[in-house]
C-alpha cells in the first residue's frame, strides 16, 4: 500500500473520499463542507435515521449532488470523545472492508479531523496504517489456490501537517517488521530450523549498508563453554546456530551497544520431557522471540535510527532423541553456574543464559531479552499482555512507556529473592525449574543470575506472539514496543 499526507481538495479526489461522523450530531469541517456542497444531503440522511454515526457503521454514496468527488465514504466514528485506540482499530477496519467492497483503489481520507481519546494527529495516522497492513497480511505461501488481491492501493491523508510525513515513515517500518516477524514465525517448522533463522539474518544484513551479521555455530560454542545452550540442541538432527546481527549506526560508532536477545527455539517438543500431544505445533512459535528481534532489527534499520542496536537470534531445537540430554543432567553454563535439569521443557532458560553470558563482550548499554519463556505467564496475564521483567527502575518505565505508545501492551511482574530460592538445587548451583508457583517469575529469577553486568529486562511473549483458533497466526507482537523503545531513544 501507498501512503501519503498532504491537503487535497474533494474535487481533486480520483476514486473517492472517506468521511468521519460522530454519533452526537457533532460534525467534522469536512463534513459540514461536503454537506454544504450537497445542499443539506448528508442532513437529511440523518434526519431520516439513515446515517447514524454508530462506530464502525459505513455508507457509500455515489454521484453526491454539487460534489465533484465520484464516491463518498461515510464512517461512524461512535460518540466524540469516546473513541479509544481499541475503537480506533474497530473504525479503520470497518472502513477498509467497505472501501475494499466497492473496489475503491485510491482514496482520500478526511479522518485526519476525527479525534482518538489522548491521541495526536502523529497516532491518527500511525494507527491507521499499522492497522492496514496488520489487517492486510496474509501468510498463504503454501495455499495452492491464493485469495485475490484487495482493491485498496493508495491512502491519502488530508494534512500537511509535518509530523504526519513521521507517522508515515514510523508506521511503515513498524508494519515491515511486524510483517518479517510474523513471516519467519508462520513458517513451519520443517524449514523454519536454526540455520534458516541465519540464512533470513543474512539476507537482512545483505540489505542494509548498516548492519551485519556472525553466526556462531555448534562448534564455537563447544569452544566457548555454552554447555546449556548445547545440551538442548542436542536431541536435535539440526543444528544450533546463534545469528548476530550488528546495527552500528550510532554517530559515535563506539557507544555502548543496546543489545536485544531472542529465544529461537524453532521447535520445542519438550525433550525427554514431552510436552502433550494436543496443539504442540503451535510451538512451532518458539521463536517468536528470535523473530521479533529480527523485526525490530528491519525497522530499525529500515528507519535508519542513529544508534547502535545489536540483535541476537538464539537458534535451537528442542527434541526427545536418543542423544537428547536428560532429567537429572548437571550442565555447566558458559559464565561457570551449573544447573541440574530437572525438566527438559524447561529449555529456554538454558539457551539464553549462554547467550545472556555471550553478550556480555558486547558491553551493551543495555539488554533485553525477548522469550516464549513460560506458560505461567500466559496464566497469569492472559493473551493481551507481554511479562515485563525488570528491576531497573527507569528501564522498565521507559519500556512501560512505549508499550502504551504503541497499544502492544505489556505488565510488569516481580522478581526477587524469594523466587530465587525456589531455584535451589541439592547438588548444583542452581536447578532450571522453581517449583509450581510464579513460573514466569522463577524463570526471570534463573535469567537473573546470567545479567548481572549490564542493565537487564525481559519480556515474556508467550501470551502475545501469536493467536490460536479462527485467527490463528504469529502477531508481530513485540515488535511495534520494542521499536518505539528504540526510537524513542533517539530523543
Ligand atoms: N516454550 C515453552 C513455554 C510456552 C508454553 C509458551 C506454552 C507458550 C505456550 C517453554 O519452553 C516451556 O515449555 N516452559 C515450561 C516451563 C516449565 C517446565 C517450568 C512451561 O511453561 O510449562
Ligand atoms: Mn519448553
Ligand atoms: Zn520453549
Redesign the pocket.
Known sequence: MKYQAKNQAFSQAADGIVLGLYENNEFSKSFNEIDLAAQGYLNRLIQSGELTGKLGQTLLLRDLPGVATKRVLIVGCGKKGELTERRYNQLIQSMLKALNNANIREVVSYLTEIEIKDRDLYWNVRFAIEIIEHTNYRFDRFKSEKPESTALESLIFNTDCPQAQRAIAHAQAVSAGVKAARDIANMPPNICNPAYLAEQAKHLAAEFGALSLEVIDETQMAELGMNAYLAVSRGSANPAYMSILHFNNAPDKNAKPIVLVGKG?TF?A?GI?L?PAADMD??KY?MGGAASVFGVMAAVAQLDLPLNVIGVLAGCENLPDGNAYRPGDILTTMNGLTVEVL?T????RLVLCDALTYAERFEPQLLIDVA?????C?VALGQHNSGLICEDENLAADLLHAAQQTTDKAWRLPLSEEYQEQLKSPFADLAN?GGRWG?AST?GAFLANFTKKYRWAHLDI??TAWLQGANKGATGRPVALLTQFLINQTK
Open positions: 527455539l520445542d519438550g520431557s510436552k503451535e510451538m518458539d525438566n521443557d524447561a529449555e529456554g516464549t519463556l513460560t506458560g505461567a500466559v525449574i513460573g524463570a508467550a501470551g
